[in-house]
């Protein structure tokens, strides 16, 4: 740029000095070349590209501080109001997720015990599973209470496994593979496991075959001398 300036300096000033006796063309090519070297010389600005709107218009009259105000109390407000939802959300799930009703009613089962006469067992139906009841003699109880522990897979006395000396509730499901097994049988007197050969003295411990355990004692309780209540 600085050359080309220069180069059009001389040779305007060289054609202005001789345009007395040039032509026409070369006067008007002096002035051309004038008018070239002002516009390089002067420095030229663009406009500005970027227009920043106004928003004046759009702020608010009021002050700061009820800005502030303002602007927590809606914060709390949808706050509270997101609480509420999520709250009732979780109130309906797990209202959906409880029991109904017919469940909750089997979560329970009452037996009148007067009518299991002694020595003799009942099968009763608990939260799908079969329970046994057996009204036990007293020559039952002394056998149970006489059984050596030390020599028990699963040690564990009979009156840890009864409330009441004379009734023994026990869940009717073996404990090696889920079968059933068969009451006032096998080697004990107890119960007999056929599928594989498990057997259950009177107090339902487990006393020979493959079983680990004793057969589980449900939850019960005796609300009054006559009634027993599973759950």
């Known amino acids: 740029m600085a050359a080309l300036r220069s180069l059009s300096t001389a040779a305007s000033r060289s054609l202005l000095r001789s345009s007395t006796s040039a032509t026409p063309l070369v006067r008007a090519t002096a002035v051309a070349c004038a008018d070239q070297r002002r516009q390089i010389t002067t420095p030229t600005y663009g406009k500005p590209t970027t227009t920043i709107p106004d928003f004046s218009k759009y702020k608010s009259k009021k002050s700061e501080t009820s800005n502030k105000v303002f602007?927590?109390?809606?914060v709390g407000t949808l706050g509270a109001l997101s609480a509420t939802s999520a709250k009732a959300t979780v109130q309906d799930f797990l209202v959906n997720m409880s029991a109904s009703a017919d469940v909750l009613a089997m979560?329970?089962?009452?037996?009148a015990l007067s009518s299991i006469p002694e020595g003799k067992n009942v099968v009763i139906k608990w939260r799908g599973k079969p329970v046994f009841v057996r009204h036990r003699t007293s020559?039952?109880?002394e056998e149970a209470n006489n059984v050596n522990i030390s020599s028990l897979r699963?040690?564990?006395t009979d009156d840890e496994r009864v409330k009441k000396p004379e009734w023994l509730v026990m869940v009717g499901v073996c404990t090696h593979l889920g079968c059933v097994p068969i009451g006032e049988a096998g080697d004990y007197g107890g119960w007999f496991c056929p599928c594989h050969g498990s057997h259950y003295d009177i107090s339902g411990r487990i006393r020979k075959g493959p079983a680990p355990l004793n057969l589980e004692i449900p939850a019960y309780d005796f609300p009054d001398d006559d009634t027993l209540v599973i759950g």
């Open 154 to 156: 699963h040690p564990e």
């Open 107 to 111: 979560a329970k089962v009452e037996v």
């Open 71 to 74: 602007g927590y109390f809606m």
């Open 139 to 141: 020559d039952e109880i």
